[in-house]
T-cell receptor
Framework: DAKTTQPPSMDCAEGRAANLPCNHS???????VYWYRQIHSQGPQYIIH???NNETNEMASLIITEDRKSSTLILPHATLRDTAVYYC??????????????FGTGTRLQVTL | EAGVTQSPTHLIKTRGQQVTLRCSPI?????VYWYQQALGLGLQFLLW???????NRGNFPPRFSGRQFPNYSSELNVNALELEDSALYLC??????????FGNGTRLTVT
């Protein structure tokens, strides 16, 4: 799986948009970008994933650059409950051994009043 | 729809003992994944089961083993427990190669 690079930490004011960047310059054509978050002592929560088009769901938006070498997760109106570690993961799903997720160190997002 | 359930939620064992952790996947999911997350560290991939077969294994010693049952539930067994096995053990499930969904884990403490 391609490696990802994320800033170790970010702060965001409550009510503002949180924009979390991720670099994945070695991503290959059959690899998706997945985002999960982990709130303290809980299991990771799936947020969103995409291949090359921008995606939006009830939780967040995912913007993938045209060359697919980086992406941004956007939480449009961050709340205190969005404080968590956010993981950007590149996952190939066409080969057996690549079905697992390989987690990096993620970005610790702190939402403040 | 019920999520991935894991039992027990907490467990305390003594060094050298054996432990079995259990995972029930989301209904309709056939793949189960196990991860270890030691305190302050990242998630490390342990095992992946699909349709009852072990498909992939992480860089862990053989005393970590598991199995998947015909109903797709899974067990993770750890023999000869060591202090450094203390961690949060997470199970995830997916429908084939689909999105993984995680349970809230079993916190194992080895004393």
């Amino acid at each position: 799986d391609a490696k990802t690079t994320q800033p170790p930490s970010m702060d965001c004011a409550e009510g503002r948009a949180a924009n979390l960047p991720c670099n994945h310059s070695t991503i290959s054509g059959n690899e998706y970008v997945y985002w999960y978050r982990q709130i303290h002592s809980q299991g990771p929560q799936y947020i969103i994933h995409g291949l090359k088009n921008n995606e939006t769901n009830e939780m967040a938006s995912l913007i993938i650059t045209e060359d697919r070498k980086s992406s941004t997760l956007i939480l449009p109106h961050a709340t205190l409950r969005d404080t968590a570690v956010y993981y950007c993961i590149v996952r190939g799903i066409n080969t057996g051994t690549a079905s697992k997720l390989t987690f990096g160190t993620g970005t610790r997002l702190q939402v403040t009043l | 729809e019920a999520g991935v359930t894991q039992s027990p939620t907490h467990l305390i064992k003594t060094r050298g003992q054996q432990v079995t952790l259990r995972c029930s996947p989301i209904s309709g999911h056939t793949s189960v994944y196990w991860y270890q997350q030691a305190l302050g560290l990242g998630l490390q991939f342990l095992l992946w089961y699909d349709e009852g077969e072990e498909r992939n294994r992480g860089n862990f010693p053989p005393r970590f083993s598991g199995r998947q049952f015909p109903n797709y539930s899974s067990e993770l067994n750890v023999n000869a427990l060591e202090l450094e096995d203390s961690a949060l053990y997470l199970c995830a499930s997916s429908r084939g190669r689909g999105t993984l969904h995680f349970g809230n884990g079993t916190r194992l403490t080895v004393t």
